[in-house]
Structure formats: C-alpha cells, structure tokens
C-alpha cells in the first residue's frame, strides 16, 4: 500500500469558451485570464505502485488514441470529465493494451511468468487514469455514483482529499456490492460477505469438500476444538461449527480478513463457538482435534492484497501449515490441506516436492478426495498463460481420448487408521483449456 506521497499538478481555470464582453481587460481589448492553479493531493495506491511523476488533467475532449500514448509514456491523466467517460475511456485503454499477447514460453512455467508481467504492465498502464477523492470521499464528476460508504469500507474514514486510480476505485465500488450482497454458501444454507482485500468464496468446491469430508474420531463425542489457519471470510470456520465442533478457532494475519471473519461470525450468530484472532505465527496456542488449512495456491509472489489469497511466495503458509502441524494436534486428530493442483499443470510446484514436504514434516498422506469444477468451461480463446493440450493416450483396444488431471482434496490426519474413501470425479479438461483452479487436498497422519 501507498499513501505517503503527493500528487501535484497544474490546473486551467479559465472557461474553454471565452465570454466577450465580461472579462477585465488590459485596456488594448486583451482579456485578463486566471492563472492557472497548482493542486498538491496525498496518492493511494493498494497495489503500492509509485505515485505518477507526470500529471496532467484531461477530460471527455481526450482522444483513446492520445490518452494511450500519453499513459504508455508514463504520463497520468486526472478526469475532469463526466464519470461515465472516464470508464468508456479506460476500456478503451484496456481494449488497446489486449492487442498485446506475450510470446509463449519454452514451459508452461515461463509462460505463466510472462503473463503474468504482461498483466502487471497493464495494471500500471490502467492504473494511470487517475480520479480525486474527496475529504468526505465523494467523487466530484458529472454523472458520479456515490462512492462514500465503499470508500470509507475500502480507505477506513475520510481523513482529507485523495487521489487514486480509476481502475482500483472501481474495485473498491464492486467489493461493495459483494460485500452488501453476500455470496451464497450452500453447505451453510446462507449468505458470506467478503470484505474489500479478503479472498472470497465465491468458487465453492473447496468449501462443499470440507462440508462433507468424514470428521476425525477425535472431533466426535467430547467437545471438540478445531483450528482454521488463515480464515479470510470465515467460511470454512462457520461451516466447521456448522458441523458441530463444539469450538472453532479462526486465525489469521491480515486485519482486513479478521475484520470480515468477524463480521460473518456475527451475522451467522455463531459467535460462541468462533473465536475469531490473529494468528502470529499461523497456529495458535494449544492442539486441536481438527487443524484446516486452505493457504494460497501458487508459490509467487502477490502483487496486491487480494492476490495475497492467491499467491504464496516460496510456499511460505503451505511448509510452516506442515511443520507445525503434529505439535498442534490431539491423538487422533487430523490436519486438512485443501490446496488447488494449478501449480502442478502450471510447473511451478511438482507433486514430488509436495510430498517431500510432507516426509520432512514427518507426516504422510492416508486419503485424499477429489473435486470437479462446477464453472462452466470458458467459451473465449485461452489466455497467453494456459497451458497447451496435453499429449493424447490410446486405450487398449480404444479411440484417442485426452489425458486428463484431477483436482485432489487432501487431507491430514494425527492417526494410524486409513479409512477409505472414494475419490470423486475426475478433473476434466476443456479443449486447449485446463480448468486448473479446483481445490486440492489429501488426509496425512504423523509416523
């Protein structure tokens, strides 16, 4: 996050149609004009990109054409005009940078780094519209909706004028809408509404696997504890006390997600069995019958908050979930891993390395159980960082047919005993597409 650095620049005050007649003079017919004013605003940026060194104002009078090659230049623009022109403007923007397409990579690996560049590149281009909030978090343009009480959920109270990108406010007005609209959570029958800055639920294949997973022997009969390491909304934490686990400790870092995970417990009136704090070092004090991790999927690192669900630089929360996890459980007790399998199609993780990182902890897998997306499959060509079709396999005695992944929920487990369970649907393919952002996980026990 960015905050602490002014953005200044020179405004012209005086009418784009001159009124004859009205203005004072220098007595040979020449009007006197106001000179034009100097503005200096404080710069917030989430993503924490550097306030623009070169600012000038523009309005519905601005070409794409022009716009664009001022912005690629590194010049911002800050809107003056009407609201609804400044966000034809950036899809037009936006619409320009498209025509962009990385080259592949030699794997699916640098292909997925590359695009991922080319989507930074575009951020910071887009990210160069620049609009004023102001000390009240109002938004002063023509045809502007009211943009107070997402600013004030996004941004905390006004505090003074503020100049942000029209791409990121837009984020913060949509996260609004979810969070006033909730998402539908069916394993709990109601409704979680994801804060500005916290993951939201809003694939739930991952939260449907733990809805219906077989509890540990150690969660039946006596009260039972269960931990949810980084809990973001809290879905996963109501819907283990949705479950009957007696106490639910939800964890995790962020001040945003704590905020959130609270406010859900609150709503879903499970307050006295969610405990709600902020995790330190993941884990919290004492064992658990029950420890559930769903840490970000990709080891890369975030380039905004929101990606911090997504991107887990080095594995970081993966390894320190498993390390810690045999010292924080009950006998009996079972650890869940839900973790997507993107990485593995994207090669930027390999199953070995997963598995050895369950060896090292002193643990290993006793069951594992499968998700298929429910999403329906893309209609529109593959994105620069989709990994290419993979080789077809002959069945003996069959036609061609494509070789498909599957997407694994796995689990964790504080026992001996393998209890068996059958694995779901396979992961299917779709064309040259992967739908690789199914959950993954398996059931492990300590030696």
Not at 62 to 76: N, P, Q
Not at 77 to 93: H, S, T, V
Not at 135 to 164: I, K, N, Q, S
Not at 264 to 277: A, F, K, P, Q, Y
Request: glycine share 10%.
């Amino acid at each position: 996050m960015s905050d602490h650095t002014d953005i200044t620049w020179t405004e012209d005050v005086r009418p784009t149609k001159p009124r004859r007649g009205r203005e004072a003079d220098h007595g040979d017919g020449t009007p006197v004009l106001p000179a034009p004013l100097t503005h200096t605003t404080p710069w917030h940026s989430e993503s924490g990109l550097p306030a623009p060194r070169r600012v000038i104002v523009a309005d519905d009078r601005m070409k794409a054409d022009a716009a664009y090659r001022l912005v690629c230049e590194g010049t911002a623009l800050l809107w003056r005009g009407d609201y609804q022109g400044a966000r034809q403007l950036l899809r037009a923007l936006g619409r320009r940078l498209d025509r962009l397409t990385p080259k592949p990579g030699a794997t699916p690996a640098e292909t997925f780094h590359r695009h991922r560049q080319a989507r930074g590149h575009r951020a910071r281009v887009l990210g160069m519209l620049l609009v004023v909030l102001e000390d009240d978090h109002g938004l002063a343009l023509r045809r502007a909706p009211d943009v107070r009480a997402a600013c004030t959920e996004a941004y905390g109270p006004p505090r003074h004028r503020t100049v942000v990108s029209l791409r990121e406010l837009l984020g913060v007005i949509g996260a609004h809408e979810w969070r006033r609209k909730g998402v539908p959570i069916p394993a709990l029958d109601a409704r979680i509404h994801p804060h500005y800055g916290v993951f939201s639920p809003v694939r739930g294949e991952y939260v449907d696997l733990v809805g219906e997973a077989p509890l540990p022997a150690a969660a039946e009969g006596a009260p039972a504890t269960a931990f949810d390491l980084g809990t973001g909304t809290g879905v996963l934490a109501a819907v283990l006390a949705h479950r009957g686990l007696d106490r639910v400790v939800a964890t995790d870092s962020s001040p945003r997600a704590l905020a959130c995970a609270r406010d859900n417990v609150e709503r879903l009136g499970i307050g006295d069995r969610v405990h709600v704090t902020d995790s330190g070092d993941l884990y919290p004090t004492g064992r658990a019958a029950l420890v559930v991790c769903n840490p970000p999927w990709l080891p890369a690192r975030p380039t905004s908050t929101v990606e911090q669900g997504v991107y887990d630089p080095g594995s970081a929360m993966l390894l320190a979930f498993l390390d810690g996890l045999a010292e924080h459980l009950e006998p009996g007790g079972e650890g869940w891993l839900i973790l997507s399998d993107l990485a593995e199609h994207l090669g930027l993780r390999t199953r070995d390395e997963l598995v050895g990182a369950f060896d090292a902890a002193g643990l290993r897998v006793v069951d594992r159980l499968d998700a298929k997306p429910r999403h329906p499959a893309r209609a529109t060509p593959p994105t620069p960082c989709t990994r290419p079709a993979p080789p077809r396999s002959r069945p003996c005695g069959g036609s061609p047919r494509r070789a498909e992944p599957q997407a694994e929920f796995a689990l964790v487990a504080g026992d001996s005993v393998v209890r068996p369970h059958g694995r779901g649907a396979s992961y299917m393919s779709s064309g040259r597409r992967w739908n690789a952002s199914c959950p993954v996980s398996g059931r492990i026990i300590r030696k």
